[in-house]
């Protein structure tokens, strides 16, 4: 959870930068790769990570959010989109909330979570999904850059042996 606006500020910066790494290597093409038959494809979950934003209505934040079900086919776009709106985030929270609103307790879907809290769910729900889609740009042949430490690309461009 987070208790100060800056920690989360800090956070997200770093994690949506990873993400729109990932987001920048995909190709139209890779849009369509899916696990399996009946699973959600890349484009969808990239879709959904930028669409989700808009959740954070609840909070009192007021961001401009995409349509969820307005997908667009350019990796580009959505790239794009995910640029911009990472960013409206980081502005939102900065320009609207103030420290002492994120211990404010809010109804969010079911449940009642504090506006900390759910900052915290909307930053996990990024990384969880930013994983999916590393799987799938390995099976869509795409280069996968590192998130936490170098990826096997990364490794290899070294000149090292990634761990196996």
């Given amino acids: 959870?987070?208790?100060n606006v800056q920690s989360f500020i800090n956070e997200y910066r770093l994690e949506s930068a990873s993400t729109q790494k990932q987001f920048d290597?995909?190709?139209?093409?890779?849009?369509?790769?899916?696990?399996?038959p009946d699973h959600r494809t890349l484009g969808y979950l990239a879709w959904h990570i930028v669409?989700?934003?808009?959740?954070?209505?609840?909070?009192?934040?007021?961001?401009?959010?995409?349509?969820?079900?307005?997908?667009?086919?350019?990796?580009?776009?959505?790239?794009?989109?995910?640029?911009?709106?990472?960013?409206d985030v980081?502005?939102?929270?900065?320009?609207?909330?103030?420290?002492?609103?994120?211990?404010?307790?809010?109804?969010?879907?079911e449940n009642q979570w504090t506006i900390g809290y759910v900052l915290y769910g909307f930053l996990k729900h990024e990384i969880?999904?930013?994983g999916q889609l590393t799987v799938l740009m390995r099976q869509a042949g795409l280069p996968v850059a590192g998130m936490y430490?170098?990826?096997?690309?990364?490794?290899?461009?070294m000149g090292?042996?990634?761990q196996k």
Avoid at 149 to 157: C, R, V, Y
Wanted: proline share 6%; charged share 20%.
């Fill in 51 to 87: 669409a989700t934003a808009g959740k954070l209505a609840p909070t009192g934040l007021i961001i401009h959010a995409v349509d969820p079900y307005e997908q667009p086919v350019s990796a580009r776009a959505i790239a794009e989109s995910y640029r911009k709106t990472a960013n």
């Fill in 90 to 109: 980081l502005v939102a929270v900065k320009q609207q909330l103030t420290d002492d609103m994120l211990h404010k307790t809010i109804q969010f879907y």
């Fill in 160 to 162: 090292m042996q990634p």
């Fill in 149 to 157: 430490g170098p990826s096997k690309e990364e490794w290899l461009g």
């Fill in 25 to 36: 290597s995909f190709t139209d093409a890779s849009l369509k790769q899916k696990i399996a």
């Fill in 128 to 130: 969880h999904h930013r």
């Fill in 1 to 3: 959870m987070f208790t």
